[in-house]
């Protein structure tokens, strides 16, 4: 069977599901909430998907993740890369990982840097 959305999990897919429950709880929501406000707009979401999201047991589509940095009040970008410089690489891929500086640089389109590739010797 081929992989599916479902299945395929990585770095960014991680990130997305701990930024969507830091920011939902941080904003004192709960996962109704959360799924009253992208209902109101326009993007149906029961909070059980929700949930799935938070978990990382489905992957946000891009649709999904605009509709959940509204309903959250904060950009796609704070969803997908981490907003504190902990001082590790950003993963961007299970393979490939950017400087906090750098992976917020390249996904604002401010530049370019190559990234440190992981290979099975240097994981």
């Keep these: 069977m081929a992989p599916t959305r479902e299945t395929i999990k990585g770095p ?22 959360v799924a009253a406000l992208l209902t109101q707009l326009g993007h149906g979401m029961g909070r059980h998907a929700v949930l799935r999201i938070e978990t990382g047991a ?10 959940l940095a ?9 969803l997908l890369l981490p907003t504190t410089d902990t001082g590790e690489p950003v993963k961007i891929t299970s393979r490939a990982a950017l400087k906090f500086d750098d992976a917020w640089r390249w996904a604002r389109g401010k530049g370019t840097s190559r990234p440190k590739i992981f290979t099975e010797r240097n994981e």
Aim: aromatic fraction near 2%; hydrophobic fraction near 50%.
């Design 12 to 33: 960014v897919r991680d990130q997305v599901a701990a930024s969507v429950r830091t920011r939902r709880e941080w904003l004192g929501l709960s996962l109704a909430d």
């Design 70 to 78: 509204l309903a959250l009040n904060t950009s796609p970008l704070a």
């Design 58 to 67: 489905r992957a946000a589509s891009v649709d999904d993740l605009c509709a």
